[in-house]
């Protein structure tokens, strides 16, 4: 991870920009500039990653353009090689190429990107700063309006807070220019849905995840896994530990009273060979971390935070007590195969529509989940089930093969990888548990259980009334907008609403986020 933020004027004093900026150095540790371009100001944290020599900090600048990126641009190589006939490369990083790519592609390249990405380009010859987001939003961007009218970008929501009025998140998918944001990609918008017999769609499915944790593997420093048990996480690992034929490093978290997972994460990693080690978290860890983590996270959602509250901890350790800087993670499967939940969708349009809800909105949930728990630590989250032809695919299948019509969730991700010792049958066909149960039960029970120390009844109900926006509706859920208001007064729109199963769907009408809460939970987490 690295950390960007882009000024478009200089009204801002040097000193009140840097303190704001170096809110999240934890981004980037390894290096910082701060560069004038035109009117303005580029601001760059650096994480090495890719080209680890000095050479590779930005902003990178070519002839009065100049360009700051927190990102991965995925096979930038062979381009690379193709520019250099009219370019010179000093660094290695991939990020080298958007200037030359601007040069010679404009506002197409956004397009043209096989990237997870966000950046602040300024060109000199039009005199205008342009801003872009990868299509799902898997790297943070902010913005908002300073007094003078002029807008601010930045890589967190916290580098915003006190510098301007409201708080944005930058749209996925989209480039901001001239005062305009323009949508350039929308992955989850299908004119066609690909037919065909299963194991072809399987097929499909295979190559494509395939080709998405290998294009993550390439990096100049050390790579780590998080492998909680569960079928997504384990399928990654197993990927890249016959890609890579040699012993990965894989990491678990669980509680200490009742790790579901961490039996199931042991026979993953026995079964791959993987140098897997275990992260063992005590109630008192669990409380001690929610305030930190809601601080990281920027977010009052009950989901996102319970189940961030394991990933946080985890990647704590493995900053403290390992050279990792990259992880790889099993983030958005959920969203395209479907969740528990999901089971209950009416009709195979109901479906799509609620895949195409959540992946839109991914940004707001798990995606920044991954991104706060992983870069507060100094490391760099990668996310195969993210990779632009991976989703854009899935998405086009038709949703009537992706209900649950089989008695198994995630049924075509599951057969897609059935023969070929992938992986155990016991992990390939188990019921799904949500992370934040299979952490331990007891973890979500003792924030309910703390959260409930917190207010008497009638507290809750005056402390409650004072929100008109995504009012809290338990005790848990006002203990954490009451944490989000001490770091970010007055911005709780940033996120749509609490992440919660589709209420209109019988079935599924609850009061908590939990898939625990469902009739049909059955042997999961078990």
Wanted: a negative charge; glycine letters at 8%.
């Amino acid at each position: 991870m690295c950390s960007i933020m882009g000024f478009t004027d200089s009204s801002i004093p040097m000193e009140t920009m840097t303190a704001h900026f170096d809110r999240t150095i934890s981004r980037g540790p390894d290096m910082s500039r701060v560069a004038r371009v035109g009117s303005g100001w580029l601001c760059f944290h650096r994480l090495a990653i890719m080209g680890l020599t000095e050479e590779g900090m930005q902003p990178f600048e070519l002839e009065g353009d100049a360009v700051v990126c927190n990102g991965e641009i995925y096979g930038f190589r062979p381009i690379r090689e193709r520019l250099s006939e009219k370019y010179d490369f000093a660094s290695d990083s991939d990020c080298e190429i958007l200037l030359p790519l601007y040069r010679e592609y404009g506002l197409e390249m956004f397009g043209m990107m096989d990237a997870e990405f966000a950046m602040v380009l300024y060109d000199s010859a039009r005199g205008r700063f342009i801003a872009a987001r990868d299509p799902i939003g898997i790297r943070p961007l902010f913005y908002g309006y300073v007094e003078s009218g002029a807008i601010v970008f930045a890589s967190e929501a916290k580098n915003l807070v006190g510098l301007v009025e409201e708080i944005f998140p930058f749209p996925p998918g989209h480039y901001y220019c001239d005062g305009q944001f323009v949508r350039y990609a929308d992955l989850t918008d299908v004119a066609k849905y690909a037919t065909g017999g299963i194991d072809a769609l399987c097929g499909g499915i295979r190559e494509r995840l395939i080709a998405g944790v290998e294009k993550r593997l390439d990096a100049d420093a050390p790579v780590g896994f998080l492998l909680s048990g569960g079928l997504d996480s384990s399928l990654v690992c197993a990927i890249a530990a016959r890609l890579l034929d040699r012993p990965i490093r894989t990491f678990a978290i669980g509680m200490d009273l009742d790790a579901i997972d961490l039996k199931y994460a042991r026979e993953v990693a026995k079964y791959i060979g993987s140098d897997h080690t275990e992260v063992i978290i005590s109630r008192d860890d669990v409380i001690a971390a929610l305030e930190p983590v809601v601080a990281a996270l920027g977010t009052y959602d009950i989901t996102t935070i319970r189940a961030s509250i394991g990933m946080y901890l985890v990647c704590k350790a493995i900053h403290e007590t390992t050279d990792v800087r990259v992880l790889l993670t099993g983030e958005i499967s959920d969203e395209l195969f479907g969740y528990k939940y999901t089971d209950f969708a009416p009709n195979a349009g109901e479906f799509q529509r609620e895949a195409k809800k959540r992946v839109d909105e991914l940004y707001m949930y798990d995606v920044l989940r991954a991104d706060r728990c992983i870069s507060v630590h100094s490391l760099e989250a990668r996310v195969p089930f993210g990779d632009l032809e991976f989703v854009r695919y899935v998405m086009s299948i038709d949703p009537a093969r992706k209900l649950n019509t089989y008695g198994m969730g995630k049924y075509l991700l599951r057969h897609a990888f059935e023969g070929g010792g992938w992986l155990p049958d016991t992990i390939l066909w188990r019921e799904k548990a949500a992370f934040s149960d299979a952490v331990g039960h007891s973890m979500v029970d003792d924030l309910k259980a703390y959260a409930a120390t917190y207010y008497t009844d009638a507290e809750f109900e005056r402390r409650r009334a004072k929100y008109a926006f995504a009012q809290p509706f338990t005790k848990e859920s006002l203990l954490y907008r009451e944490l989000f208001e001490k770091y970010y007064p007055g911005q709780a729109r940033m996120v749509a609403d609490f992440w919660m199963p589709n209420r209109a769907w019988p079935g599924c009408d609850v009061d908590d986020p939990s898939a625990r809460v469902l009739s049909n939970y059955g042997a999961s987490g078990k």
